[in-house]
């Protein structure tokens, strides 16, 4: 299957996605979507994915690093810096859910070339759609009225 295809059925989707040697090259001439979005929304939680595969990333974990930091960090590295989104997911119980594409939660992650890029974002729109599945479940989340709150941004 292509990635258009493994894509396709999921909700799930490539926002950005940044070549990490072309972008890191030039300290002096980073490209906006790195310096204004990755840098600036580097997870906050070291345990994150992310850092998971790029450890030596989690230094900048929680703050708003400078970009040629970051940059100077990933120059070594190869394949891509991805911006995954998938749409904020209303779990009224595990088997009932709405969404839609005007409200998503976004998470950057890396893949190591272009073919692992559908799988890496597949699987993380995935694991977060369990995790707040698993809290739909839970009759204390269920307590009172409605849908549960979901937090708009991931990262």
């Not at 909700?11 to 070549?19: E, K, L, T």
């Not at 005007?102 to 070339?113: E, H, I, P, V």
Request: one cysteine or more; hydrophobic letters at 45%.
């Amino acid at each position: 299957m292509t990635a258009v295809e493994l894509l396709f059925d999921q909700p799930a989707r490539v926002d950005f996605a940044i070549w990490i040697p072309g972008a890191v090259v030039d300290v002096e001439a980073l490209p906006e979507v790195f310096e204004d979005d990755f840098c600036q929304y580097l997870p906050e939680k070291p345990d994150h994915v992310l850092y998971a595969q790029l450890p030596d990333l989690a230094r900048f974990a929680g703050k708003y690093p400078d970009p040629s930091d970051v940059a100077d960090v990933l120059r070594d590295c190869s394949g891509f810096l991805i911006k995954a989104e998938t749409p904020i997911k209303t779990f009224h119980v595990s088997s009932v859910q709405t969404y839609t594409w005007g409200y998503t939660r976004f998470s950057w992650l890396y893949a190591a070339s272009e073919a692992e890029i559908a799988n890496v974002v597949i699987a993380w729109a995935k694991s977060v759609d369990a995790a707040i599945r698993g809290a739909a479940d839970d009759p204390i989340n269920l307590a009172g009225s409605g849908p549960l709150p979901i937090e708009p941004r991931e990262g």
